[in-house]
């Protein structure tokens, strides 16, 4: 079985700052994660995935996440925020022999 | 732009009524995902198609069905509709199994 946890509904920070999405994932096989974003009125949108390879993954918009598996952890990561960035995150977990289980989401609000 | 399009954009059923929402995939996609995405939730896992054939089901009920053409477009069809069908329904489409996928806009289903 598998699921994946977002640690935080809602996640505010300043335009400039860096921005950290929370993402823990449980699996009995070894995992492919990705990280989608979800603008308003816009189909998702793939910012990175893991499949095995680099631990560190980088993505689209200056994103990267880095796969932890002592931690079971996904954490989504960017050094400077962008108004453009607000917008909804979900982390997925997938394998070939099971289901595609999407994460609740975290609604990133950007402050000027 | 994805190349993945969905018909309609917007629709009204009442209570038991039956459903057809379309996905046109993206050109040369062989594989096709529907989702449920209920207000303030992550998309959930309906099914997925391979070459015509189903190739994996979320947790649904078997009123909730669906087609893949020989030209990879697709239906989600749902009968006997219930007030919490009532989501955003998304159909994503990717090259083969395990290849990135690349969502539509989705179709917003109201149950009254």
């Known amino acids: 079985a598998q699921s994946v946890t977002q640690l935080d509904s809602h996640v505010s920070v300043s335009e400039g700052t860096p921005v950290l999405l929370r993402c823990n994932y449980s699996?009995?096989?070894?995992?492919?994660l990705f990280w989608y974003v979800q603008h308003p009125n816009k189909g998702l949108q793939l910012l990175l995935k893991y499949t095995s390879a680099a631990t560190l993954v980088k993505g689209i918009n200056g994103f990267e996440a880095e796969f932890k598996k002592s931690e079971t952890s996904f954490h989504l990561t960017k050094p400077s925020a962008h108004m453009s960035d607000a917008a909804e995150y979900f982390c997925?977990?997938?394998?070939?022999?099971?289901?595609?289980?999407f994460g609740k989401g975290t609604r990133l609000h950007i402050l000027p | 732009e994805t190349g993945v399009t969905q018909s309609p954009t917007h629709l009204i059923k009442t209570r038991g009524q039956q459903v057809t929402l379309r996905c046109s995939s993206q050109?040369?996609?062989?594989?096709v995902s529907w989702y449920q995405q209920a207000l303030g939730q992550g998309p959930q896992f309906i099914f997925q198609y391979y070459r015509e054939e189903e190739n994996g089901r979320g947790n649904f009920p078997p009123r909730f069905s669906g087609l893949q053409f020989p030209n990879y477009s697709s239906e989600l069809n749902v009968n006997a509709l219930e007030l919490d069908d009532s989501a955003l329904y998304l159909c994503?489409?990717?090259?083969?199994?395990?290849?990135?996928?690349?969502f539509g806009p989705g179709t917003r289903l109201t149950v009254l």
């Open positions: 050109s040369g996609h062989n594989t």
């Open positions: 699996s009995s096989y070894s995992p492919s």
């Open positions: 994503a489409s990717s090259l083969d199994l395990d290849n990135e996928q690349f």
């Open positions: 997925v977990v997938s394998n070939r022999d099971d289901k595609i289980i």
